[in-house]
């Protein structure tokens, strides 16, 4: 299969960019002493200016020679990621490899609305995603707390931070940028991704429907089905979704979503009869037979405010389908791998509305990410400026209590317990 993104290569206008990452990485994760390990101490969650690393292009007594301007690489909190890659599981050898080895990184078509960049490593396993000098002091700031919690939890759903670095050439601007892991590595094919926020404003993918495939994020209104699970781990889920989402508000971050990634198993959506399954499907069945959200929701009860605005989406949606999933209890199940936690895999199935039709399995790929924003005054102009044209409720910019409360709430709608 073909892989996403476009290879960087000389003449890429982020070529030197990525030299410049490749080098630093490397002499930040190899150089002499780095594979010591000892306790964490409190000073080093202090991102201290001493990390500051000159890369002559004539090379010094610490840095290799290279190809491109003179420029200075800084590393921040160093031993606070080292300890985070090996608490993932994330070998040296394979993270130097898999970012600085022989071959480019590629760079995704700015999935994004921010400006970032992201590039994607060789093997997929990683994401580097440039950001914004605000998100790496949010990011600075919480990672005590960051720290605690990915520990506490090892079925966490928030990003998985690697590494955090800037780098600035002779002449160039500052480049921060965050390593962490791609949701969506897998050796099986991701059929359809939502990024889901649990707000409804702007919230469709701009592409038409023609033009959606596997590499369309699709978004809180595109989707028109529920992932159904098995009690145990729809409790368990919602369980994580809490504490990750409290941690959040803790921490006064919002605007993180729900990525989700979609791998049919019988590969219905590469069939040429129905390119465009989650379109296409429902119109496959008798409308009567079709399942509508006050069927399927009646018996929960919803109270806060913040539900009429999903209610108002819910209404919109005519035709579902019902996607079954039960995630075994572990993912070594589905993938033979010990690192991956359950969470972030899962197999199951899909059904249609009756459940007499044909059974589809699928597997899940999920996790909370973009979750440097705080609720700045950026933000929070966001928020009033829209609020005049729209329900306030239905802005993604809210204040990180609401978000929290609205993403819950959301979530606890799109799966479904198994009963
Ligand atoms: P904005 O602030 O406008 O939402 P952004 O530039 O901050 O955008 P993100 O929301 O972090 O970007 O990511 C944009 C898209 O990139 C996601 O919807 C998803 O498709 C992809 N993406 C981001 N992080 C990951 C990840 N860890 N694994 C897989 N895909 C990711
Ligand atoms: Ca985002
Ligand atoms: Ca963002």
Same mark, same amino acid.
Request: net charge neutral; proline share 5%.
């Given at each position: 299969a073909k892989k996403p993104g476009q290879t960087i290569s $000389? &003449?890429? $206008?982020n070529y030197d960019l990525m030299l410049n990452l490749q080098l630093g990485i490397r002499y930040s994760i190899g150089k002499p002493g780095s594979m010591q390990p000892r306790e964490l101490r409190p000073a080093d969650f202090d991102p201290m200016e001493k990390f500051w690393t000159r890369f002559p292009p004539e090379g010094s007594k610490i840095t290799p020679p290279h190809r491109s301007v003179e420029f200075r690489w800084k590393d921040y909190c160093p031993m606070v990621f080292r300890h985070l890659r090996k608490l993932f599981s994330v070998d040296p050898a394979v993270y130097m490899v898999a970012i600085c080895g022989n071959g480019a990184l590629r760079e995704l078509s700015s999935p994004g609305k921010s400006g970032s960049f992201f590039f994607l490593t060789q093997d997929d396993r990683f994401i580097i995603k440039t950001v914004k000098k605000s998100e790496v002091k949010v990011l600075i700031r919480m990672l005590p707390s960051y720290y605690r919690h990915v520990c506490q939890y090892e079925n966490s759903l928030v990003t998985r931070f690697y590494g955090v670095h800037c780098v600035k050439s002779n002449g160039g601007q500052k480049v921060r940028f965050i390593v962490m892991g791609n949701l969506f590595c897998s050796e099986y094919h991701i059929h359809r991704r939502f990024d889901l926020k649990g707000s409804s404003h702007g919230r469709t993918t701009d592409k038409v429907e023609r033009e959606i495939d596997e590499t369309t994020t699709l978004k809180d209104l595109d989707l028109n089905f529920v992932f159904h699970l098995q009690t145990s781990w729809y409790m368990e889920l919602l369980v994580q979704v809490k504490l990750d989402c409290e941690f959040l508000e803790k921490e006064g971050i919002m605007d993180y979503s729900l990525l989700v990634g979609v791998h049919f198993c019988d590969d219905i959506s590469a069939s040429k009869m129905c390119p465009s399954p989650f379109f296409a499907l429902p119109k496959l069945y008798d409308q009567k037979e079709t399942f509508k959200w006050g069927d399927i929701w009646s018996d929960l009860c919803f109270s806060s405010s913040t539900c009429q605005d999903m209610d108002q989406i819910l209404d919109t949606w005519k035709s579902l389908i019902r996607l079954g999933v039960n995630l075994p209890a572990r993912a070594e199940h589905i @993938? &033979? @791998? !010990?690192? !991956? =936690? =359950?969470f972030l895999v899962g197999g199951g199935g899909m059904s249609t509305p009756t459940g007499s039709g044909k059974l589809h399995d699928v597997l899940l790929y999920f996790g909370i990410i973009d979750i440097l924003q705080g609720y700045d005054i950026t933000k929070k102009l966001e928020h009033a400026y829209k609020s005049l044209q729209v329900d306030p409720n239905s802005i993604s910019a809210v204040d990180p209590k609401l978000y929290s409360r609205r993403f819950q709430d959301f979530i606890s709608r799109i799966f479904m317990e198994d009963t």
């Amino acid at each position: 299969a073909k892989k996403p993104g476009q290879t960087i290569s $000389k &003449g890429h $206008k982020n070529y030197d960019l990525m030299l410049n990452l490749q080098l630093g990485i490397r002499y930040s994760i190899g150089k002499p002493g780095s594979m010591q390990p000892r306790e964490l101490r409190p000073a080093d969650f202090d991102p201290m200016e001493k990390f500051w690393t000159r890369f002559p292009p004539e090379g010094s007594k610490i840095t290799p020679p290279h190809r491109s301007v003179e420029f200075r690489w800084k590393d921040y909190c160093p031993m606070v990621f080292r300890h985070l890659r090996k608490l993932f599981s994330v070998d040296p050898a394979v993270y130097m490899v898999a970012i600085c080895g022989n071959g480019a990184l590629r760079e995704l078509s700015s999935p994004g609305k921010s400006g970032s960049f992201f590039f994607l490593t060789q093997d997929d396993r990683f994401i580097i995603k440039t950001v914004k000098k605000s998100e790496v002091k949010v990011l600075i700031r919480m990672l005590p707390s960051y720290y605690r919690h990915v520990c506490q939890y090892e079925n966490s759903l928030v990003t998985r931070f690697y590494g955090v670095h800037c780098v600035k050439s002779n002449g160039g601007q500052k480049v921060r940028f965050i390593v962490m892991g791609n949701l969506f590595c897998s050796e099986y094919h991701i059929h359809r991704r939502f990024d889901l926020k649990g707000s409804s404003h702007g919230r469709t993918t701009d592409k038409v429907e023609r033009e959606i495939d596997e590499t369309t994020t699709l978004k809180d209104l595109d989707l028109n089905f529920v992932f159904h699970l098995q009690t145990s781990w729809y409790m368990e889920l919602l369980v994580q979704v809490k504490l990750d989402c409290e941690f959040l508000e803790k921490e006064g971050i919002m605007d993180y979503s729900l990525l989700v990634g979609v791998h049919f198993c019988d590969d219905i959506s590469a069939s040429k009869m129905c390119p465009s399954p989650f379109f296409a499907l429902p119109k496959l069945y008798d409308q009567k037979e079709t399942f509508k959200w006050g069927d399927i929701w009646s018996d929960l009860c919803f109270s806060s405010s913040t539900c009429q605005d999903m209610d108002q989406i819910l209404d919109t949606w005519k035709s579902l389908i019902r996607l079954g999933v039960n995630l075994p209890a572990r993912a070594e199940h589905i @993938t &033979g @791998t !010990e690192s !991956e =936690p =359950p969470f972030l895999v899962g197999g199951g199935g899909m059904s249609t509305p009756t459940g007499s039709g044909k059974l589809h399995d699928v597997l899940l790929y999920f996790g909370i990410i973009d979750i440097l924003q705080g609720y700045d005054i950026t933000k929070k102009l966001e928020h009033a400026y829209k609020s005049l044209q729209v329900d306030p409720n239905s802005i993604s910019a809210v204040d990180p209590k609401l978000y929290s409360r609205r993403f819950q709430d959301f979530i606890s709608r799109i799966f479904m317990e198994d009963t």
